[in-house]
């Protein structure tokens, strides 16, 4: 207990930095760290796990050509429950990257409860986030623990860019939905790691279980949107705004968002910060007041056919060989084969990582005047798209987001609620994390707007 007290204190400790994207975090993380970057809130940092070796290694390669600072090097092992309680009870915040979710996530976010020390992970498994919500809520709400899954691409992108659509509909116009179409986009090929792929395959191979949750869950009063719900549409759509073929993605975003939007209707002006100023306060209010809820669905696109026709084989191959042991151990056994090159075991290369990118529309339907809903028009009759872009989703665009959450998280707490697992757009929204993504190389941009007759 002596040795305990003497441990230092860090600002945050990195978890699973040995991993694929935990290499990428601490990479980001050390460009924020107040010896390179006086102005930062980042004075002190950590990295955990369980193998010192390959901890040692993620460190020179993220400092590479250049020799490694003297980052301490913790340990903690998921299975260690104890472990983890020392670690969360020497930092204020902690970065979770061990995935899968599903398999080794919650023995750190109840560690964290446990201690009152913030919690951000990038996970974009929604049965994980809303079984911690349904079990650490309250519990995180009393201890000062803020946890929020998904500050990565999955699923910040999808949550600020509906936020910056929705907030362009201005009075008396109202969104009724937003459509994402996410394209994926390289010089070279578009690769993820094996841990995104396990995370993808156990998902599908354990979807009965989220729907189980939801059943088990209270219902959330839903927003009220504008207008009627929107149509089924085809299987693949050619969506001529943006030119791109898409299908469906079931990706988090959509509960991420919804989850937002719940929370918000319970919470019409936010979440009151933990010692927020009276300033802070009307800029929260104001921030809310502007948000139009809307439906929202996300589709993943290619500018060819071919393109669509392949990501429905994976699913199909996912969905269909992922509900048996055989097949799901086919799966995961030969990830690039079933994902048909998508996914590698040893993740993509740097020249790989450099030349990708990404896309996100948001196209929205919505009416021109909300008081026309009451005469009976009940077709939208305007539309507004806009768009999020920025480099690799996984490794770049990841590490950017979960660093700007941590930062904010870091300098502006007295803004955010005292505790609570919560998504990220309810926490972030009216935060700076807009302007700081885009400081970092992730932009946000108007499109156009047009009315259109019915
Ligand atoms: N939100 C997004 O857009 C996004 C982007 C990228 C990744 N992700 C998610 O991040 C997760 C990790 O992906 P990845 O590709 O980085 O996987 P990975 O390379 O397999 O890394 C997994 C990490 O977890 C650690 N780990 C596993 N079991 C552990 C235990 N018992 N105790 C302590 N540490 C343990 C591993 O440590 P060892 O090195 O000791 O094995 C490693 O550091 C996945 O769930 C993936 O879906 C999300």
Redesign the pocket.
Known sequence: MAEALKAPFYDLII????????KYVVKEALKFLNINNPSSPLKSLAIA???PR?LSESLSWATHPNPPPPIPILF????DPESLLRLCSHTKLILN?????RL?GEPLVAACVEAGCDYLD????PEFMERMEAKYHDQAGESGSLVIS??????VPAELGFMFNSRQWVSPAVPNRVEAYLSLESEKRVV?????Y???VLGVANAEKLQLLRRSRPKRARPVIPGPPPPKGSMIEHQKEVGLWAVKLPSADSSVVRRTLATLGENPCGLPGVNESADQISKREAFWSTLKPAHFGVKIGSKSLLGVLGFITVGMLMGLLGISSFGKWLLLKFPSFFSLGGFRKD?PTEDEVRSASFKMWFVAHGFRDSGSLSQGNNKPDMEIVTRVMGPE???V??PIILLQCALILLNQRHNLPKGGVFPPGIVFGPTDLQERLKDNGISFDFILERAYSV
Do not use: L, Q
């Open positions: 978890v699973g930095a040995s991993g694929f994207t935990g796990g369980r193998n390959k903690a092992d998921i299975t990257c061990v995935g899968p979710f080794h990038i996970c974009g498994e998904a500050c990565g691409f999955d699923s993820g790691n094996f841990g995104t396990e995370s993808a993740g989703i996984g490794y665009t990841t």
